[in-house]
């Protein structure tokens, strides 16, 4: 067996990350808009330090990104060359619906992405879309709260109506909220959350991680109500926690670490709260507010397949003492067995596998890997060619590793999109120097640049694998 025939190779990116022109056609501001670069970014995003608007001396490169609000039929025009066969992008939320609690939704928002589609749909391309990447209207935050606010979830709905409405015919792959369990750790991008001192933040993140998960299978609802053959996709910050040791607490450690993780995916596949969170929830004192209807539309409205992102596993053991790796928003102990990435993250291609085994041993349902990919530091030669074969190596030791979880061991799977096909702002740091592409953007940390696309070498290897449909690596 190997990959099937209509397997969806391609590339993935997030609005927030790459479309820039923040203030145009009347797209409203957003959490992910006002995050800036440098130390404060860490506790701005894990909802410490509330920064709510633009303030003197930051840099937001939100703002202007790699502007692909204007450069998007060019983009998807290389894209095309390598043969992507689908390209998986987010919805900026605030485009839609500015402010998020308007009743009527901003037609040039509805516009740029319709005509967005239509130039994918031109070259076959098909559109995978992540609903929510990490942002939420400025307005809703400062009005409601964000995601701790059930009134969240009617205002999601009412967008998501929208979108599956308008975009009928044109989008079939849906994901409610990208790494729906990033709310644990970053919460403000998550959920657009923040904390007042002395609030129960646990109590709060996971009511609104609830809110999240009705509001998540009310759109699954919604998106077969509409239209039968859209196929919705919940989307996990995946990666398997090891135990540092066979200690047995170190192995019970990763298993509750994994736990951590896979409770979301639990509710969103299976359809309810497993036992060991509850459990959890009541020994730690926390209360979540649901319903009984919302019980029912978790129950009914269970995603179709399940996606996720891997760039590395994870290690953990009880013991205080041993080395941690720098730069992750999930922090790991360091796997003497692993060599890292320039920002700390452990490179572990057979990690994937095991990784891709155990969501499919836990849910039986196709899985995507809609992110995967190395952040690197790309130096032009004398020529002004990259020369990127440290991310040809890295990938093509995941992609054979991914192949391998398909061919050796049976697991169905739709397709693969690497991380930041075009260099875009990270997430994590907000800096450009961190690189994933196949494709080159002239800009800086800084914001300069001209914003000029150029092909690195790893653009044709890429597309030799697509055409070769992952047979020559
Ligand atoms: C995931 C996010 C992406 C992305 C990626 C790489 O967590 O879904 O938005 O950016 O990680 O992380 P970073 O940009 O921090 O290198």
Request: net charge negative; charged share 25%.
């Amino acid at each position: 067996m190997s990959l099937r025939a209509d397997f969806l190779w391609g590339g993935a990116t997030a609005a927030n990350q790459c479309e820039g022109a923040y203030n145009l056609d009347g797209r409203g501001l957003a959490n992910v808009d006002v995050v800036p670069t440098g130390k404060e970014r860490f506790d701005i995003i894990s909802g410490k330090r509330k920064m709510l608007d633009f303030e003197e001396g930051y840099f937001y490169p939100a703002k202007e990104a790699i502007d692909m609000y204007h450069h998007y039929k060019d983009d998807i025009k290389l894209f095309a060359e390598m043969g992507f066969k689908t390209y998986r992008l987010s919805i900026a939320w605030t485009r839609i619906f500015p402010k998020g609690d308007e009743l009527e939704p901003n037609e040039q928002g509805l516009a740029f992405y319709e005509d967005l589609f239509k130039t994918c749909q031109a070259y076959g391309i098909e559109p995978l879309v992540t609903i929510t990447h990490f942002d939420c209207p400025i307005h809703l935050i400062k009005e409601y709260g964000g995601w701790r606010n059930r009134k969240m979830i009617e205002f999601y709905e009412r967008l998501v109506r929208v979108l599956f409405t308008r975009f009928k015919g044109l989008v079939k792959y849906w994901l409610t909220f990208n790494e729906i369990n990033m709310i644990l750790h970053a919460p403000f991008m998550g959920a657009g959350l923040v904390f007042e001192d002395g609030e129960n933040e646990e109590e709060i993140k996971y009511q609104a991680a609830h809110h999240e998960l009705v509001a998540s299978a009310l759109a699954t609802k919604i998106a077969h109500e509409i239209d039968p053959e859209n196929m919705i996709g919940c989307m996990l910050a995946a990666g398997e926690y090891y135990p540092l040791t066979p200690k047995p607490e170190d192995v019970f450690l990763a298993q509750e670490k994994n736990h951590e993780n896979y409770f979301f995916i639990d509710v969103q596949s299976r359809g309810e709260y497993p036992a060991y969170a509850l459990k959890q929830l009541e020994r730690n004192n926390i209360m979540i507010k649901m319903t009984e209807e919302d019980l029912d539309t978790l129950k009914n409205h269970t995603v179709d397949f399940i996606s996720f992102s891997y760039y590395s596993s994870r290690v953990v053991t009880t013991d205080d003492s041993v080395e941690k790796t720098a730069g992750n928003i999930f922090k790991s102990v360091k796997n003497p067995y692993l060599e890292a990435s320039e920002w700390g993250w452990q490179i572990d291609p057979l990690g994937l596998r095991t990784t891709m085994n155990a969501i499919y041993d836990r849910y039986q349902k196709p899985l995507f890997i809609v992110e995967n990919g190395l952040g690197a530091i790309d130096t032009p030669d004398e020529s002004g060619n990259i020369i990127d074969d440290y991310r040809i190596d890295y990938l093509r030791a995941h992609i054979q590793a991914m192949k391998e979880a398909v061919e050796l061991d049976g697991i169905d799977l739709l397709g693969y999109t690497s991380w930041g096909c075009i260099d875009l702002v990270s997430a994590g740091t907000g800096e450009m120097k961190k690189r994933y592409g196949f494709i080159y953007v002239d800009r800086d940390n800084e914001g300069n640049g001209t914003l000029t696309r150029t092909k690195k070498k790893s653009f044709d290897w890429y597309k030799k694998v697509i055409a070769s449909n992952g047979e020559d690596l």
